[in-house]
């Protein structure tokens, strides 16, 4: 299998995944340039990261690759088995962390595209971490009295969690204020597979200082 992804992206997710699983992979870390290259353009005609390879089988989509990976890999435990309730759980967590909680920092990375006015530009930033916080708020309270986002495992959907909620520690309500959140991000930055992927990376946790697992 190979993994295109880029440094600090939601791509890392992937990564980790792929480091929990334990198979045989590589990665190829792209920058911007590289993902509007030709060549990748080929592989993703959206042109951006994570796009998936495994043999004949081209993959493009966070969601879809960590679904891939969970059922090819099951013997892992990365994710509950399919057709039951917690398996169900898993892709209602997916879903909103992809489909909801990632959209609400575009307007953060990329103000301009959200109004035309330069001047708007920290009004529309302001937007995004009022959203954010909608998102990260209600995550928050269903962790109360979980270890996990699934209970008392970890999944693929804390492995999605993690670069988005590193992007948060950063603004002026920081992810460090989501307790249940933080303590989770913080027992990952410190799992072995995850400072592997750092390593890989070039980057180091958001979160600074980590707790032993």
């Excluded at 994710?79 to 489909?99: D, K, N, Q």
Aim: proline fraction near 7%; glycine fraction near 8%.
């Amino acid at each position: 299998m190979k993994l295109y992804s880029a440094p600090g992206t939601c791509a890392t997710a992937m990564h980790i995944v792929l480091e929990w699983i334990g198979a045989p992979y590589e990665v190829e870390q792209l920058d911007f340039a590289g993902m509007k290259s030709e060549a990748y353009l080929k592989i993703n005609p959206s042109g951006v990261v994570p796009t998936l390879v495994d043999g004949d089988m081209v993959l493009p989509e966070g969601l879809a690759i960590l679904l891939y990976l969970a059922d090819k890999h099951s013997e892992s435990g990365i994710a509950p088995a399919a057709g039951t309730v917690e398996r169900a759980e898993l892709h209602r967590w997916l879903a909103f962390i992809s489909g909801t909680l990632h959209p609400y920092f575009w307007p953060h990375f990329m103000p301009m595209r959200f109004t035309t006015d330069p001047k708007e530009h920290k009004a529309v930033q302001q937007a995004s971490h009022s959203l954010v916080d909608k998102a990260l708020s209600q995550i928050e309270q269903h962790l109360v009295g979980r270890d996990w986002l699934l209970g008392d495992k970890k999944s693929v959907a804390d492995a999605l969690l993690y670069p988005m909620a590193g992007w948060a520690y950063g603004f002026d309500k920081p992810t460090s204020e989501y307790r249940n959140i933080d303590r989770i991000i913080r027992k990952l930055a410190a799992d072995p597979a995850v400072l592997a992927v750092h390593k890989s990376q070039g980057t180091q946790p958001k979160v600074g200082l980590v707790e032993a697992v």
